[in-house]
């Protein structure tokens, strides 16, 4: 009914830029929150940064002033603007989304999704 689908991570040298991007598509009515999480091998999955519906954001401390989450809600996309990288940033980049959707006629609300995920590597 949605896919989530990421683009953009990955290897870059520590110090390095990089910019995800997430494309919801499908059955949408609305998508409400939208974010990204990681998770670095042998770790748990962890929220990196969330937007809501009206461009609020917040941040992981260990991404604040580095990275930078917007989206296009026209577009149903989301993105993360990465800087100044390194190699902890290392992990799997998932775009999450809260949508509502509908179903056979029937409204589902504030249903999450997860992307498939994308590989960002941060080394020399």
């Known amino acids: 009914q949605v896919q989530l689908v990421e683009s953009g991570g990955g290897l870059v040298q520590p110090g390095g830029s990089l910019r995800l991007s997430c494309t919801a598509s499908?059955?949408?009515?609305?998508?409400?929150?939208m974010g990204w999480y990681r998770q670095a091998p042998g770790k748990q999955r962890e929220l990196v940064a969330g937007?809501?519906?009206?461009?609020?954001?917040n941040y992981a401390d260990s991404v604040k002033g580095r990275f930078a989450i917007s989206r296009e809600n026209a577009k149903n996309m989301v993105f993360l603007q990465m800087n100044s990288l390194n190699p902890e940033d290392t992990a799997v980049y998932y775009c999450?989304?809260?949508?509502?959707?509908?179903?056979?006629?029937?409204?589902?609300?504030?249903?999450?999704?997860w992307g498939q995920g994308t590989q960002v590597t941060v080394s020399s």
């Open positions: 999450n989304a809260k949508i509502d959707t509908y179903y056979r006629g029937t409204r589902f609300s504030d249903t999450g999704y």
């Open positions: 937007i809501t519906s009206s461009g609020i954001t």
């Open positions: 499908g059955s949408i009515l609305r998508i409400n929150d």
